[in-house]
Structure formats: C-alpha cells, structure tokens
C-alpha cells in the first residue's frame, strides 16, 4: 500500500489487508471486533476513499481536451419496465416466504447479541448515524464539485 503511486491500487491493497486483519480476528475468536472491523473499515472508510478517487478527476495537459460522457435520454419506457417487473419478482419472492424470529440464541454468541441489539434496542441511532453519514457525503460531493 505504501510502495505504489497508484491510489486505486493503494485503495485495492487497504482493502486486502482490512480483510486480513479481520479474518486474524476471527481466529482469535473476536468475532465481535471481526465483524465490526469490516463495517467500519472495509465497508466505510474504504468506499469513502473511492469516492474520493472518483471526485476527484483527472487533469489533462492541453485544456481542449475533455473526458466527459454525453448520453442521450431517449424515455423511460424500459427503465421503468424492468424495474417494475424486478420488484414484482422480489415482492412474489419474498411474499411466498414464511419468516419467523429466532429467539432461542445461543447465550454464548456475542455476535448474537450484538445483531439483536442493533436490530431491536439500537435500530434507530444507528439508521440516523447513516442518513447523517449520507447527508455529509452528499454536502462534500457539493462542495467538491463547486470549487472546479
């Protein structure tokens, strides 16, 4: 991660060794810390910093030179089509599906507990910590792009 001037390499390496360390932590058994570890780093900070890959573009030397991609929009007859039928898919998928909740865990499982947490107690601060985390994405993806 050190030796490249590539910064995706560099990202693609951090993500390598994010996943490393957490599985050492697995077999250690933390998984607790394993578990956090890859939400919190592999699955944040890393796509943070690939979104500042892609935020901030390439210059070229010669100022005629643009790197922009033009599309035509031609309707929405297809787009709304195939996502329609995917969510009538999913919605007669999920509602043939008989669901119920475990409530016989295992006493020992911290990750158990920890899921159950999250999930029960703790669902809403953690929903609000990721619209927060969105809205400050969204802000300094603003601010990057206004300054060019």
């Known amino acids: ?3 490249t001037k ?4 560099a990202a693609l390496a951090m993500f390598m060794t994010m996943l490393g360390l957490a599985g050492f932590y697995l077999l250690a058994y933390a998984d607790v810390m394993a ?3 890859l939400m919190i780093y592999v699955g944040g900070v890393l796509i943070l910093i690939l979104f500042g890959i892609m935020m901030t573009g390439q210059r070229t030397v010669e ?4 790197n922009e991609l033009w599309t035509e929009q031609k309707g929405r ?3 709304v089509s195939i996502g329609l039928t995917v969510f009538l898919g999913w919605s007669c998928l999920l509602g ?3 669901f119920y909740v475990f409530t ?3 006493p020992r499982s911290k990750l158990g507990q920890v899921g159950l947490n999250f999930m029960l107690e703790y669902s809403f601060p953690f929903e609000l910590t990721g619209i927060f985390l969105l809205i400050a994405l969204v ?3 603003y601010i990057a792009k206004n300054h060019e």
């Open 139 to 141: 802000g300094a993806t």
């Open 35 to 37: 578990v956090s570890h």
């Open 1 to 3: 991660m050190l030796w």
């Open 6 to 9: 590539n910064v995706l390499h």
């Open 96 to 98: 043939q599906q008989h």
């Open 104 to 106: 016989d865990l295992d």
């Open 77 to 79: 007859f297809w787009a």
């Open 63 to 66: 100022k005629g030179q643009t």
